[in-house]
């Protein structure tokens, strides 16, 4: 009994010390994604989809054949033919979606957009209104979707190079961003956005 | 006679010296009082009549070097902006690298409508190499057409 009596309050004792650690961690904090940020690598960043994406779309309207047609050409921009051939991982639409958006909202009536990524949704829609299951809308009926003039392709390559003494790590990123005609194939604007990066720090893009 | 041949020797050799100094130093080269006539700070308009805006900045149609890293590192050689087939505005600006050294550097243009307003958001940053005393050209285009009237161009060393 007087053996249990002492390991039980050994025991109350040394919960007495366990005490909370009452302090803040390190605090996330934003960052302007147009600068470099606080964790930096040789791949795409933030920095450079806002920079190439505002180069793009700006670049874009001075082509008058884009932004100064008789009538606004339909344009598609979205992912489907802008491939990824680089050791960059990178979520492709982040760069087609930010151009798509900022040169909608620049464009202001200069180009028109069709959403070919959400055909199949809007393909649904139309279906529904022409069986009859809902009714047709405001807004009226289109005999058909509304086809493209012009569609985004382009391609991201890189050239790497690791020195193994030092571990230090370069890479050279090209982007091309091509608009082409849909009827003729002829490309009727272009532009480049290229970087070099090298660092040794060790940065897992996801 | 031996005077004499001293004396004749003595400016052979200070005549030699004097062709070893002149070495040419590497175009372009930049003189720092013109660096310091480039930053003339204007009073923005008064937002009221007769209640001048305490902030002082470059006038409108410049470059402004927005960092003390590169402030006496670079000269703008030129700036000027034309209209494109589209109407837009495109802004185009050569600068040099007065040193030694390469550097990186980056610009973005705010363009403004007649009232002095920005007329669209700021560009975003473009990055610029330039090697040793050497110069680059910096454009930006404008989304907007007819109401750009005016433009800021702001320069400074790449982060």
Not at chain 1, 163 to 181: C, H, K, L, N, V
Not at chain 2, 43 to 60: Q, V
Not at chain 2, 116 to 125: D, H
Request: aromatic share 6%.
């Amino acid at each position: 009994m007087r053996r249990l009596m002492i390991v039980a309050s050994a025991g109350l004792l040394l919960s007495a010390c366990q005490t909370v650690q009452n302090s803040a961690g390190a605090p996330t904090t934003y960052q302007d994604p147009a600068t470099l940020g606080a964790v930096k690598g040789v791949g795409i960043e933030s920095q450079d989809i806002v920079s190439m994406t505002d180069q793009m779309m700006r670049d874009m309207l001075t082509e008058p054949r884009l932004a100064n047609a008789a009538t606004a050409p339909n344009v598609i921009i979205d992912a489907e033919y802008f491939v990824n051939e680089s050791s960059s991982r990178i979520n492709r639409n982040s760069i087609t979606d930010r151009l798509r958006v900022s040169l909608q909202r620049a464009s202001q009536g200069r180009l028109n957009f069709v959403g070919r990524h959400y055909a199949n949704m809007v393909q649904s829609e139309r279906n529904l209104k022409r069986q009859g299951v809902v009714d047709k809308g405001t807004t009226g009926t289109a005999a058909a979707q509304r086809g493209g003039d012009y569609r985004l392709g382009g391609r991201i390559t890189s050239l790497d190079a690791r020195d193994p003494r030092t571990g230090m790590m370069s890479r050279y990123t090209q982007i091309i961003f091509e608009m082409a005609d849909l009827e003729s194939g002829d490309i009727v604007w272009s532009g480049i956005y290229e970087f070099s990066k090298a660092g040794a720090d060790d940065v897992i893009y996801r | 006679m031996k005077k004499f041949v001293m004396a004749a020797a003595g400016l052979a050799g200070i005549s030699a010296l004097a062709g070893c100094a002149q070495v040419q130093e590497p175009a372009p080269i930049c003189s720092m009082a013109g660096i310091s006539a480039q930053r003339q700070l204007v009073a923005l308009p008064a937002a009221t009549p007769f209640d001048p805006s305490p902030l002082l900045e470059m006038p409108l149609n410049s470059v402004s070097i927005t960092d003390f890293n590169v402030i006496n590192k670079l000269f703008v050689r030129t700036v000027s902006a034309q209209r494109t087939p589209t109407g837009t505005v495109k802004v185009i600006s050569q600068i040099i690298n007065c040193t030694d050294y390469p550097l990186n550097i980056e610009g973005r243009t705010q363009f403004y409508d007649q009232a002095q307003a920005p007329s669209e958001p700021v560009s975003a940053w473009k990055r610029l190499n330039l090697a040793a005393r050497t110069s680059n050209t910096y454009s930006e285009s404008s989304i907007g057409t007819k109401n750009v009237q005016y433009y800021m161009v702001e320069v400074r060393e790449t982060r």
